[in-house]
């Protein structure tokens, strides 16, 4: 296998189903509708009887159902069947992907294998691979028992690269599009359409190379650490497959500990500046809080000014204006039955929420009596501004995710705090296609 060691990257050999039909074979990542059971059920009706990714995972809306084990078991027993039934074709090359969504966007990848050895979710770190988001170590050992064992890996996981010249995907696709597609199809359940080209040979190796040392040479600070890919979705599962390298190094020999499958994860690579990905805040409401005790604790923390707006219009506009120099935040809350808005505008050039997190953990540990109900994360302004109605209630509709300062605020501040930022809607999050071999 290609290597390219320095910056923790491998063409991986892949493995494509021969002669099944997308919308049967590919289902969505496992992490998505952890609260729709229906949603899980829809995708095994599409699914039936035929060979089917549905079969390799372990959706997570299950994982407390109390049957672990025996899925478990099943999925590597299928994993084995699948492998000796031969519906299996491979090829030792990365794969460019377009995904349309539903929504009408493109996202445009490049699926290959990463180094765990140059991965690390703790904060603080230097790694080339980094996470965005905090990282929960209870959340680990449950998903260690499906990967340890296992015969294959499905990637689920999409790091970003800060590639403004879009040398590596866009580069990839470019060579790549001279030939026809290895697979095209539509998704189940109205997800839109996928297509794959294979990138493989000399060219392509030489096009990873370039693009690869032009990101890491932009990607190094003044004190020679280089930040190369970081973790956009499927965070906890590349946590869980560099603890179950680490546990599994521990039987290698060093010549076996350089070659060996588990060592490596595949991957999507996207771009951050790509126009099919989206990027969205992820608000916060608090609950049973003096709205007006709050709005000055967040403002003597973060410094600036509190304007006060007639319209909730108008404070939209306000907070989601991308020429703004510094972070805003905009407060929605009611006061005897009168909506209250305003909006703290300051000098921040970080990241909102990693400015904002802090403060609202350091109020709640000193004024809540129930910490985790009295906060909620809320996806969309306008579900956001609804429950700003709410007696009770403060909505903080937070402004829109600069790409241009995401990864400058991680390697300042490492990981953002969690339910920091969404990458798009849930049905256009990674379709499950590609696969590797792991434990032999």
């Known amino acids: 296998m290609k290597t390219f060691a320095k910056y923790g990257v491998q063409i991986p050999e892949i493995l494509l189903p021969k002669n099944s039909d997308l919308k049967s074979w590919s289902v969505i990542a496992c992490d998505q509708y952890t609260q729709d059971k229906e949603y899980w059920s829809n995708v095994a009706s599409a699914a039936g009887e035929k060979p089917s990714t549905l079969n390799l995972i372990f959706p997570e809306v299950y994982l407390n159902d109390g049957d672990g084990e025996a899925r478990i078991k099943k999925i590597h027993e299928t994993m084995k069947r699948y492998l000796d039934a031969g519906i299996f074709g491979s090829g030792e090359e990365c794969v460019y992907i377009e995904r349309k969504t539903e929504y009408g966007r493109t996202r445009k990848g490049l699926v290959l294998a990463v180094d765990l050895e140059k991965y690390e979710w703790k904060p603080g770190t230097k790694a080339l691979i980094r996470a965005t988001e905090a990282t929960v170590p209870e959340r680990i050992p449950p998903r260690m028992k499906i990967r340890t064992g296992a015969s294959l890996e499905l990637p689920h996981i999409m790091l970003l690269a800060n590639d403004p010249k879009d040398e590596l995907v866009g580069g990839a696709g470019k060579l790549a599009k001279s030939e026809s597609p290895i697979y095209d199809g539509d998704l189940m359940l109205n997800s839109g359409h996928i297509t ?245």
Not at 261 to 277: K, M, Q, S, T
């Open 196 to 440: 794959g080209w294979k990138v493989a040979g000399e060219a392509a190796e030489t096009l990873l190379e370039n693009a690869l040392s032009s990101l890491a040479k932009a990607g190094t600070d003044k004190d020679g650490n280089c930040f190369l890919f970081a973790v956009g979705d499927g965070n906890h599962s590349l946590a869980t497959a560099k603890a179950v390298w680490d546990e599994h190094k521990k039987s290698l020999s060093d010549a076996e500990k350089e070659t060996s499958p588990v060592r490596y994860a595949l991957v999507e690579v996207v771009n951050i500046y790509d126009e099919g990905l989206t990027f969205e805040p992820i608000h916060r409401v608090l609950f049973n809080q003096d709205a007006g005790k709050l709005i000055l604790f967040i403002e003597e923390k973060l410094g600036g000014e509190v304007k006060a707006f007639g319209s909730e219009k108008e404070l939209e506009d306000f907070v989601a204006d991308k020429k703004a120099k510094g972070a805003r935040y905009g407060f929605i809350t009611s006061e005897g039955g009168k909506e209250k808005l305003c909006v703290l505008e300051t000098e921040i050039t970080d990241l909102a929420i990693a400015a904002l997190q802090p403060v609202l953990d350091e109020y709640l540990e000193a004024n809540s009596k129930d910490k985790k109900n009295d906060i909620d994360y809320i996806h969309g302004t306008s579900d956001v501004v609804k429950l700003g109605h709410k007696e009770n209630a403060l909505s903080i509709l937070l402004p829109p995710i600069a790409k241009d300062s995401f990864f400058a605020t991680i390697n300042g501040r490492g990981p953002l705090p969690r339910k920091s930022f969404s990458m798009g809607e849930a049905s256009e999050k990674r379709f499950y296609v590609e696969a590797r071999r792991l434990f032999s």
